[in-house]
């Protein structure tokens, strides 16, 4: 139908509507204004050190800020929720892998859903043209969600809806079209603190993360050239990719339900990985093994290395 016989509501709607079908979760819309009090704190978080040595953090901070310095004639930013939930694996695995990587990487398969969906929109408004990233660039993507009312940012720092709790991933299209924004999303965290209480590296306070303390960060993200400090090392207690313990607590996830995508169900070569299977795994194996993992982010030096420090 063309936009010219549509007001932006229904064209909203339609957006939506079509970003469901193609098999994102949820959607919400924001504007296209600065970010300025989440580019402050995120700002002062890498001031701080907290982000260890994700150096990209320290850069494009303008863009963070306004998505106009991405696109200079943008309008609305449309945010969505991927959800990548398995069940629990009954398994006697001695070690464990955060639930995201049991299946294929998400770079893998939600760039073409984000593709597919700009299409759709440039049929609907042919005048259209957004830019889309999944972690793929320098947004506050939890930030655009929460403003979206997509989902709100808890205490654990992971983005958490009503409908799926927080086994989501995050996705954005930045447009040039105006479209009608959502309801800033409520914050439902409440007085729990169950996520905070559960790290066992207390790398949380409430709505702050200190990376160099987490798990997942000195899992994936520390280079395996870095050793994982001794203190922290000790409490790995057999994870050697990722973490879930602050999302496995909170009790939002409760609600979650197994993903439609087939992508990211367990996949045998993942779930079934033993102790014994990575320490002497040569690297052809790996690669045949980790093609189009997540796991592959850690290399196989890594992953070597937290199955030494986890001690499993």
Known sequence: MPSNTMNRREITKIIKR?????GFTKAGVTTAEPFDDAADRFSAWVAGGAHGLMKWMERDHDK?????????DAKSILSLAVNYYSKDIESNRDIKISRYAWGTDYHEVIPQMLRRLLDEIKQIVPSAEGRYYSDTGPLLEKAIAERAGVGWRGKHTNLITREQGSWVFLAEIILNIDLEPDLL????????TRCIEACPTDALTPYEIDATRCIAYLTI??????EIPAELASKLDGWIYGCDICQDVCPWNRFAEPSAIAEFAPREEIVS??????ETMAQEEYAERFYKSPMKRAKLAGLKRNIKAAKV
């Open 273 to 278: 990985l033993t102790r014994e299977q990575i």
């Open 185 to 192: 999303a409520e914050d439902m965290c409440g007085t729990c």
């Open 64 to 72: 963070r800020r306004d998505v106009r310095n991405i696109l200079p």
């Open 18 to 22: 079509k970003a469901i079908e193609i």
């Open 221 to 226: 993200e520390l280079k395996p050239e870095h």
